[in-house]
């Protein structure tokens, strides 16, 4: 791994932020549903759903489409699963992520109640208090945790994505994985 500093983060949900390895813990919010049943479930629609919002997200602001990494994707479902299993919603260590860094971004909801686009879009409208600072300096209210889910999506360096999803009785975890990963610390976004 390069000695850049990183700063790892996941989505440890809605709006709270990432949370760095080894801090607190933030609370679960549940939203209102749009919807009434079960949302929509599968590998396929998963794929384009994460690709569709976070490339969208990443063309408004002149970057590269992400491509698609079923490596990516594998280590993602690994970590899903383990978090459905043990039902403790935190980021994996960096160390045990894959061959190479990868970033993380995480996400937990009620099970079958959010759609795939729903979980995504959830990290592209922490946009709302971005600044394309220097990382961890790129948050208009001063707390980087608050976009950081969202700079790993538009960060320019990255190119891979991969996503997988598993389930407890009670909950949905989404895993997506980057490379190479976002929020160094020192450089901006894009």
Known sequence: ????????????????GCIPQGQEKAPTVVEPRAFAGDAPRGEALLKQAMLTVQNRARAAVGEQPLEWDDGLAADAQRYADELAHTEIYEHSDPATRGPQPEGENLFKGTRSAYRYTEMAQLWVDEKRYFRNGPAPDFSTTGNWREVAHYTQIIWANTKRMGCAMA????????????????????????
């Open 167 to 190: 389930s407890s009785r009670t909950q949905d975890y989404l895993v997506c994985r980057y490379t190479p990963p976002g929020n160094v610390v020192g450089q901006k976004a894009y």
């Open 1 to 16: 791994m390069s000695k850049q500093k990183i700063l790892w983060m996941g989505a440890i949900f809605l709006l709270t």
